[in-house]
Nanobody, 116 residues
Framework: VQLQASGGGLVQPGGSLRLSCESS????????MSWYRQILGKQRELVAL???????NYLDSVKGRFTISSDTAKNTVYLQMNNLKPEDTAVYYC???????????WGQGTLVTVSS
C-alpha cells in the first residue's frame, strides 16, 4: 500500500489550497490519519490529525485556518488550508496509522509554497 499526496503548489499569502492523500489499496483498521509538514532546516511537525472516531487536533498556528477531513471508504485524507501565510511554506506529508497503531504509512510529500 502506498499513499499518494497531491494538491501542493505556489499560492499567494491569504490564498487557499486543498491537499489530498489517497491510498493505492485498502488499509484496514485505521486509527489515525494525519498531515505533517517539514519546513526547510527544521524537524517534521504534526499539523493536523483525525481519529477513527472523528476527533481532530491541530497545530496551534494553523487552528482556524486548516481543516482536516477524511473519507474512510476511499482511504483518503484531505487538508483544506485557508488564509495561507509564508510561514506555512513546507513539504507536507500525509500519514496513516492502522492495525492498532502497529502499521504506519507515509506519503511522498507535496510542496506548498506561500509567496507573493
Amino acid at each position: 500500500v502506498q499513499l499518494q499526496a497531491s494538491g501542493g503548489g505556489l499560492v499567494q499569502p491569504g490564498g487557499s489550497l486543498r491537499l489530498s492523500c489517497e491510498s493505492s489499496g485498502t488499509i484496514f483498521s485505521i486509527n489515525l490519519m494525519s498531515w505533517y509538514r517539514q519546513i526547510l532546516g527544521k524537524q517534521r511537525e504534526l499539523v493536523a490529525l483525525t481519529t477513527s472516531g472523528g476527533g481532530t487536533n491541530y497545530l496551534d498556528s494553523v487552528k482556524g485556518r486548516f481543516t482536516i477531513s477524511s473519507d474512510t471508504a476511499k482511504n483518503t485524507v484531505y487538508l483544506q488550508m485557508n488564509n495561507l501565510k509564508p510561514e506555512d511554506t513546507a513539504v507536507y506529508y500525509c500519514n496513516v496509522v492502522a492495525g492498532n497503531f502497529k502499521d504506519a504509512y507515509w506519503g511522498q510529500g507535496t510542496l506548498v509554497t506561500v509567496s507573493s
